[in-house]
């Protein structure tokens, strides 16, 4: 995805649910938080995103430019209507949050070290990669990192296994090669 696509699902997403802010949770977030985002991190074809005011209607967006909806056969691109719920980041994430403006829209991201939690409590082989690219490339610090992972609910979300995970991250980064 490119930046003039991810700023393309926003528009239409408020067509449709008849919204001006929209809160962007997924990887590619980073295309409204990096200007020079590297080509690694730009390899999904969704944008992630609910209503900041009515999150409810994420339904309605992943119904009508969701996955093999029109749009994303016209595109090659889509929304996925997600909820606060779906991205398990500290609770003061939206302190550090960051505002971005697609015309008389404003999409609201996570910072990077936040949005990179939420990658390690999914813990897919896709968010390690994710992961991986960041701390290679030096986007994020690994001790912000481990402090971000300590601010979760410990009760929800076992801290020990996230930072083992985090760890093995740190690990592969630095044995990346240099593209």
């Known amino acids: 995805m490119r930046r003039s696509e991810a700023e393309h699902v926003p528009r239409a997403a408020a067509a449709i649910a008849q919204e001006q802010s929209f809160v962007v949770i997924g990887s590619q977030a980073v ?26 209607k994420a339904d309605l967006i992943d119904g009508a430019i969701g996955a093999l909806s029109s749009f994303d056969d016209t595109f090659g ?78 009760t929800r979300h076992p801290v020990e296994p996230l930072l083992g995970w985090l760890q093995r991250r740190i690990v592969n980064a630095s044995s990346r090669a240099t593209p």
Not at 41 to 50: F, I, K, N, Q, T
Not at 116 to 128: E, F, P, T
């Open 31 to 56: 295309l409204f938080l990096l200007p020079y985002a590297p080509e690694a991190l730009l390899v999904s074809r969704e944008l992630d995103l609910y209503p900041a005011l009515h999150p409810e």
């Open 77 to 154: 691109y889509h929304a996925d209507g997600v909820g606060p719920e779906t991205a398990v980041m500290p609770a003061d994430w939206m302190a550090r949050s960051s505002l971005h403006y697609v015309g008389e829209l404003t999409v609201i991201c996570p910072e990077l070290h936040d949005l990179a939690v939420s990658k390690c409590v999914a813990g897919r082989d896709k968010d390690a990669e994710f992961v991986e690219i960041l701390l290679h490339e030096k986007l994020i610090d690994p001790d912000v990192m481990r402090l971000r992972l300590h601010a979760l609910d410990a």
